[in-house]
């Protein structure tokens, strides 16, 4: 084994084992984001039957979920860095359909809240896991790339998600929704166990850095936080996605109430834009930070910031544009460019701590991230609509999204911070004598 292991970092290419078990942890990021974006994909039909307001969605779709995900999150990640990371991932997949399940037969708002507490603690273990797995079959000139493959889940989710949940509600309902695509995510729970074998710790990485002790919980978490790019990183990622969280949840809903969008057409023409221009994205990123970060670590922080500068005046575009094509067609460009910071993010934190940290940082990063993006984000945009409800009841959400524009120059402004602390921490070349 040790000869076939030095043979894949020489050469520097994924085998058909590595490319499998790639593929199994995308299928359960896309149906852990379709179950996560169901709430927003099918907010209206929600709002009609259930009666709750776009407060109340935020809340359920933003910081009830997140307290639940991110925190049991850490717990999750330091479990999985000392057992069977497949086992944990198969599991969380398991329950997170369930509670998906779950959500489809709720009744009141009560019920649905403790239904999407229970879909965040699942999700927990979902991620962490995935990203400590992918960095042990891949080798580190390769990984931004996997990751970046694997970030596809969002994106191809959240159209599956659109388009299925969508024409599943526009013809049975929206409880059938959540109800069918829960249950499918039960099957694949179960190829996750027999299907993807645990990879060796660390045995890609360069020599040296695998027969290390195993960290400890206090250890690795004061390491996080007490390195300035890590921590950097993780505040940049987060300020980031209170945007894309915050107009994520409430984009379609935006489209339907705000510029005239049928389900039937958000079926066809958002889930388009999510899969084409936010997948194709994700997947550009990858192979940009790949190129870039072989000269210099700085592009893990100015590749998002270059990204983020453009998607700026494009998010205002959607805002203001005056009907739902024109609108359509701006959100294209946010979403090419809005996720741009999410590969770079997840690349940098694997290759800069101990294979036997990772599952924890990754962890950490998404506490980080999440309990500001997906925290605050949907909650500030769902409490800034019922706040301009009143006096603009037919702008509300625009207001409120122009209200989340200053984040992007807050995000932007971090990331160039990023860079200059990779630039510091940079090694000096040595002098010629």
Not at 130 to 136: E, G, K, N, R
Not at 357 to 365: E, F, I, Y
């Amino acid at each position: 084994m040790d000869d076939n292991r030095v043979s894949r970092a020489a050469t520097d290419r994924p085998d058909a084992r590595a490319s499998g078990a790639l593929a199994i942890l995308c299928l359960v990021y896309v149906l852990n984001f379709i179950d996560r974006q169901l709430l927003s994909i099918l907010a209206k039909p929600i709002q009609d039957n259930l009666h709750v307001s776009d407060g109340q969605l935020g809340l359920i779709g933003g910081l009830y979920f997140a307290l639940f995900y991110c925190l049991i999150a850490i717990p999750v990640g330091w479990l999985a860095d000392r057992t069977n990371r497949v086992g944990v991932l198969a599991a969380a997949c398991a329950l997170w359909s369930a509670a998906t399940v779950a959500c489809g037969v709720s009744v009141n708002y009560p019920q649905l809240v403790a239904a999407r507490m229970t879909v965040g603690i699942g999700e927990a273990g979902g991620v962490p896991p995935s990203y400590a797995i992918i960095s042990d079959y891949f080798t580190p000139n390769r990984r931004g790339t996997a990751l970046a493959i694997f970030n596809l889940g969002p994106p191809i989710g959240q159209a599956i998600g659109v388009a299925a949940g969508a024409l599943i509600a526009a013809a049975f309902g929206w409880r059938q929704a959540f109800v069918a695509l829960g249950a499918v995510g039960l099957f694949v729970a179960g190829l996750v166990f027999l299907l993807v074998r645990e990879p060796q710790r660390g045995g890609l990485d360069p020599r040296g850095t695998v027969a290390i002790p195993k960290a400890g919980f206090a250890e690795t978490v004061r390491m996080f936080f007490s390195t300035p790019a890590l921590f950097l990183t993780a505040v940049a990622g987060g300020v980031t996605q209170i945007i894309t969280y915050g107009s994520g949840n409430f984009s379609t809903l935006f489209l339907m109430r705000e510029k005239g969008m049928t389900l039937g057409e958000v079926a066809i023409w958002v889930a388009l834009v999510v899969a084409v221009f936010m997948g194709g994205g994700i997947f550009v990123s990858g192979r940009v930070i790949d190129r870039f970060t072989r000269t210099s670590r700085q592009a893990y922080a100015l590749v998002p910031a270059a990204s983020l500068i453009a998607a700026a005046p494009l998010f205002l575009g959607f805002t203001l544009a005056p009907n739902w094509p024109t609108s359509l067609a701006f959100l294209a460009g946010v979403m090419a460019l809005n996720y741009f910071y999410l590969s770079s993010a997840v690349a940098l934190v694997q290759q800069a701590v101990r294979p036997d940290q990772r599952v924890l940082c990754g962890a950490l990063l998404l506490l980080v991230m999440n309990l500001m993006g997906l925290g605050l984000g949907p909650t500030f945009v769902g409490a800034m609509s019922d706040h301009f409800r009143p006096t603009h009841p037919h702008h509300s959400l625009q207001l409120a999204f122009l209200a989340l524009t200053p984040f992007y120059g807050l995000a932007i402004g971090l990331f160039l911070l990023l860079a200059r602390v990779l630039k510091r921490e940079a090694p000096k070349p040595r002098a010629q004598g």
